[in-house]
C-alpha cells in the first residue's frame, strides 16, 4: 500500500518536471518568435538599403 507521503511527494515530483517542461518550452518558443522578429527586420534593413 502506497502511504500518504510517498503519493504526496510522487505527485509533488509529477508536477514539477511539468513546470519545469513547461516553462523550457515556453523559453523555447519566445526565443523562436524574437528570432524571426530579428530576422524580418534584418530583411527589411538589407531590402530598403539596397534600394535606396
Known amino acids: 500500500m502506497v502511504s500518504g507521503k510517498q503519493l504526496a511527494d510522487f505527485g509533488y515530483k509529477a508536477f514539477s518536471g511539468s513546470m519545469m ?3 523550457v ?6 526565443g523562436v518568435r524574437a528570432y524571426r522578429l530579428l ?9 530598403s538599403g539596397s534600394e535606396s
Open 25 to 30: 518550452y515556453g523559453g523555447y518558443l519566445c
Open 39 to 47: 530576422q524580418r527586420r534584418w530583411e527589411r534593413q538589407a531590402g
Open 21 to 23: 517542461l513547461l516553462t
